[in-house]
């Protein structure tokens, strides 16, 4: 494994590179407020023993990369997709498969619609289609509103206690017993709940960033404009869309309105699946992804 700081602009952003570089490069891509170790290192190693050169990073305001006050310097969603790009560029890749999860997934529908080109395949999972206003859904659910567009809006509890990351206060025990409980609530019980394989990431995410404080600006990134979700309908990348049946934030049939709105887009739904990564998930995850990058 190979570790590397890439510089966009003002930013630097921590990389790292798994596997031979002479195999087919797979982007992974991890969802909000998460870095580069949301990526359990043992699923990495199933995509490298496939066969890929796998490159994961750390978001802005994440793990290792640069960290600053969001109030003086604003993003949006679409910039963290240019953070992408500026990822593929500094490995010196023109093209790439990408993987992504939650919002990664969303900066993967943006990438596919504005850089079609550096794409060989897209794959997401555990997200919305752009044309899915999730940030006002928020709102929606915690008023118990029902979604304009008549799908599903996220489980209130869990977006209670998701409101509560970053309270101060807590030391690092009592930060990692949160997490694994946040997670127990985001995986959504349609698998066992190994605590310990959790608990296990979360201190590794810790070490590597040096702080047992979780990122939060990502909810304050500006949303992609949903009227550009019509956009989906013009990708050309071929596309997997693996749908998370207990995935209490973008539950079905998120996955299958997305995949609907991307041509030729395939769908696949992986039994006991919620928000996360759980080892049950790790084999046929990495078996669904090999086979549409090969």
């Keep these: 494994m190979t570790a590397k700081i890439v510089t966009t602009g003002e930013l630097e952003l921590w990389t790292e590179a798994l596997g031979d570089p002479a195999h087919p490069p797979l982007l992974l891509i991890m969802g909000a407020n998460t870095s580069a170790l949301g990526w359990p290192d043992e699923l990495i190693a199933l995509l490298v ?5 796998v490159l994961r990073y750390d978001h802005r305001d994440t793990g290792r990369s640069s960290q600053r006050d969001f109030q003086q310097h604003p993003y949006s969603v ?11 560029d500094g490995h010196g890749l023109e093209r790439a498969h990408l993987l992504g999860l939650s919002l990664g997934g969303s900066i993967g529908q943006i990438l596919a619609i504005e850089h079609r080109e550096r794409l060989r395949t897209l794959t997401v999972m555990m997200t919305a289609a752009l044309d899915v206003d999730f940030a006002g859904n928020i709102g929606r659910a915690l008023r118990g509103e029902p979604s304009p567009d008549g799908l599903p809006t996220p489980d209130p509890r869990v977006l209670q206690a ?17 997490r694994v409980e946040e997670w127990r609530l985001l995986s959504g019980g349609g698998l066992p709940f190994i605590e310990s394989e959790f608990r296990r990431w979360e201190e590794k995410a810790i070490a590597h960033a040096g702080t047992h404080q979780q990122p939060t600006a ?8 949903v009227e550009r979700g019509a956009e989906l309908r013009t990708i050309t990348t071929p596309t997997l869309v693996i749908q998370a049946p207990h995935d209490p934030l973008n539950p079905p049939p ?3 309105h997305l995949a609907e ?16 990564l759980p080892s049950a998930v790790h084999r046929p995850l990495a078996e669904l992804i090999l086979e549409h990058t090969r």
């Design 254 to 256: 998120h996955g299958r």
């Design 78 to 88: 679409a910039d963290l997709a240019s953070d992408a790009v500026a990822v593929l």
């Design 49 to 53: 023993s496939g066969g890929r050169f």
């Design 162 to 178: 998701l409101a509560r990351r970053g309270e101060p206060g807590r030391d690092r025990e009592a930060e990692l017993e949160w």
């Design 261 to 276: 709105l991307i041509p030729g887009a395939r769908l696949v739904e992986l039994p006991g699946m919620g928000h996360a």
């Design 218 to 225: 990502h909810a304050l990134a500006a949303p992609f404009p």
